[in-house]
């Protein structure tokens, strides 16, 4: 049975960082491209993904600069490193996998999901 299972998640000040680290199971994990999606109300988006080798990633161009997506193919675990947190960052945060992908922004290419971590950003 796979399972990815996200942690990290917590409430942060505005200008803070948070590290949320998925963990995953029951796949061959290096066969699988990684992304990270947030959804707050009314809204979900495509955050940052990385190729089951690691060698590409992607971001919304609206995060890049602040937040960094790596994963560790030995410990199974993608992470995704939140620095310069806004308001707006405020979302539940889900990792999903993608087999043989390269890192989709479609939220639809993806065949697994976590059951996220929510991530608060007060002001």
């Known amino acids: 049975q796979v399972q990815l299972v996200e942690s990290g998640g917590g409430t942060v000040q505005a200008g803070g960082s948070l590290r949320l680290s998925c963990a995953a199971s029951?796949?061959?994990?290096?066969?699988?491209?990684m992304g990270w999606f947030r959804q707050a109300p009314g809204k979900e988006e495509f955050v940052a993904s990385i190729?089951?080798?690691?060698?590409?990633?992607y971001y919304a161009d609206s995060l890049k600069g602040r937040f960094t997506i790596s994963r560790d193919n030995a410990k199974r675990t993608v992470s995704l490193q939140m620095n310069s947190l806004k308001p707006e960052d405020t979302a539940v945060y889900y990792c999903?996998?993608?087999?043989?992908?390269?890192?989709?922004?479609?939220?639809?290419?993806?065949?697994?999901w976590g059951q996220g971590t929510q991530v608060t950003v007060s002001s």
């Open positions: 999903a996998a993608d087999r043989y992908g390269l890192g989709s922004e479609r939220s639809n290419d993806y065949d697994y």
């Open positions: 190729s089951f080798s690691g060698g590409s990633t």
């Open positions: 029951g796949l061959t994990f290096s066969h699988y491209a």
